[in-house]
T-cell receptor, first 113, second 114 residues
Framework: EAQVTQNPRYLITVTGKKLTVTCSQN?????MSWYRQDPGLGLRQIYY???????DKGDVPEGYKVSRKEKRNFPLILESPSPNQTSLYFC????????????FGPGTRLLVL | AQSVTQPDIHITVSEGASLELRCNYS??????LFWYVQSPGQGLQLLLK??????LVQGIKGFEAEFKRSQSSFNLRKPSVHWSDAAEYFC????????????FGGGTRVLVKP
């Protein structure tokens, strides 16, 4: 089944403790992206990647890192999480880098205490 | 920079009644436009999209949307709402340039009364 998977789905952590949220897609998509969803703000892009080893900042990249060593995986890294990073995170992928429909993962709910 | 406004934060509609959700966008050229739905505790599901051509777009679950360039709008409609349509709906505009960023509106939460 074609899908985008994220792990973990739920995570509670404490300020400053490094964490990684994994994202994987099995559709051989070029493009992958991370968004965070906050009430009333919709989804905002954190980082995106147009291909392996090619990443760039979105609208809200502060406090986050990403890597794209393989086409299928696009992990989101929080080196030193803070409470303002408590949010719902979505990974997405699409076949091409220009305007194609994006397919979303199920989301990861993160609480930083 | 692109932006999307969904003026209605909440809408309550009776089951069987019609539904219209408003979306206004700002973008320098012809945009890609999307409507996504998010059911409680779920991810985002694509309802429909507009890239070019016919300005009335049909989607899944009986939804349709109309692109009106003159009004910079892409409103979503459904003639008869079912209880399972209770969800949050997001309008998004996509960039035609490289980067493929989706800019989302703040969402409209739909409640369906029996």
């Amino acid at each position: 089944e074609a899908q985008v998977t994220q792990n973990p789905r739920y995570l509670i952590t404490v300020t400053g403790k490094k964490l990684t949220v994994t994202c994987s897609q099995n559709m051989n998509h070029e493009y992958m992206s991370w968004y965070r969803q906050d009430p009333g703000l919709g989804l905002r892009q954190i980082y995106y990647s147009m291909n392996v080893e090619v990443t760039d900042k979105g609208d809200v990249p502060e406090g986050y890192k990403v890597s794209r060593k393989e086409k299928r995986n696009f992990p989101l890294i929080l080196e030193s999480p803070s409470p303002n990073q408590t949010s719902l995170y979505f990974c997405a992928s699409s076949p091409e880098v220009r305007g194609e429909t994006q397919y979303f993962g199920p989301g990861t709910r993160l609480l930083v205490l | 920079a692109q932006s999307v406004t969904q003026p209605d934060i909440h809408i309550t509609v009776s089951e069987g009644a019609s539904l219209e959700l408003r979306c206004n966008y700002s973008y320098g050229a012809t945009p890609y436009l999307f409507w996504y739905v998010q059911s409680p505790g779920q991810g985002l599901q694509l309802l429909l999209k507009y890239f070019s051509g016919d300005t009335l777009v049909q989607g899944i679950k009986g939804f349709e949307a109309e692109f009106k360039r003159s009004q910079s709008s892409f409103n979503l409609r459904k003639p008869s709402v079912h209880w399972s349509d209770a969800a949050e709906y997001f309008c998004a505009v996509g960039a035609r340039a490289a980067g493929n960023k989706l800019t989302f509106g703040g969402g409209t939460r739909v409640l369906v009364k029996p």
